[in-house]
């Protein structure tokens, strides 16, 4: 399911990548919002926190939908309300409409998401309207967003793949975030939403996005379904990205790819990011406690690679010294 994007039309590499990369945590939001089981507010409560307390500084708390929708998003603002606010940090929802909005400005949220697909058959698939009449919507709630003082995120779904169409052009994703951006969006997500994209042609949609809008506008939003997500996030730094979503512990899927995983782990990403030399400001150690508690307490199997070998690491060490300590 490749683009039809040419890999031939790169931007050359920055001579320096970014020295300092900031991560936007969707575990709360995109990473629960999929599981079936009922997760209680007291428990993203305890998850938001732990994640504020390794240093995360936005959070995706939830999303303010329809519970017949999204039934795990029903309580997001018992999760606004309970949560520990840390000095300097942002709290965001999904707000899909006006409804939402003023249910995410009610509970103090400080940045809206909003989001439109660059493929037409994913948008009448996914809210049953055209890509045009999808975004025309969302223009209430970015002026909302800006008469209220609320920063303003938006989300390019599908930018690098499509479940129903296949590929999805670059006009496309470039024409969405054009209208994102004239609406006066603070930030502006690129996302492999079924995982599919590669580094190459990540490389050049980046660039290509950056080269529009602005490499400081833009973030990337990679899903690891086939494995590729650390390798693009790579790409997005060789053309100056330095805005990534990442969800703790893997957490998440794709009810559109039958065996997507979740956005890529943060723990993951955080231990590629410093093996660079990039700054993150995030505390690995307990990112990897923070995933391995959520999903002792969910019975959700985390899908971090680092996670789970650091807290393999860990229990062999706590291991070794209760035997030394019984001998």
Known sequence: MASSHSASAQAPHPTTRPTEVFITEVGPRDGLQNE???IASDLKIGLVDRLSKAGCLSIEVGSFVSPKWTPQMAGTDAVFAGMKRISGGRYSALTPNMKGFEAALAAGADEVVIFGAA???FSQRNINCSIAESLARFEPVALAAKTHGLRLRAAVSVAFGCPYQG?????SVLEVSQRFADMGCDEIGIAD???????DQVREVMAACASLVGADTLSGHFHDTYGQAIANIVACLDVGIRRFDASIAGLGGCPYAKGATGNVATEDVVYLLEGLGVSTGLDLDQLVDTGQWICEQT??????RVGNALAAKKRNREAARAEAANA
């Open 36 to 38: 079936k089981q009922f």
């Open 119 to 121: 493929s037409e058959a």
């Open 167 to 171: 590929e999805v052009s670059l006009q």
């Open 193 to 199: 939403t079924i995982g599919v994209g590669t580094a």
């Open 299 to 304: 019975g959700i199997r985390p899908q971090t």
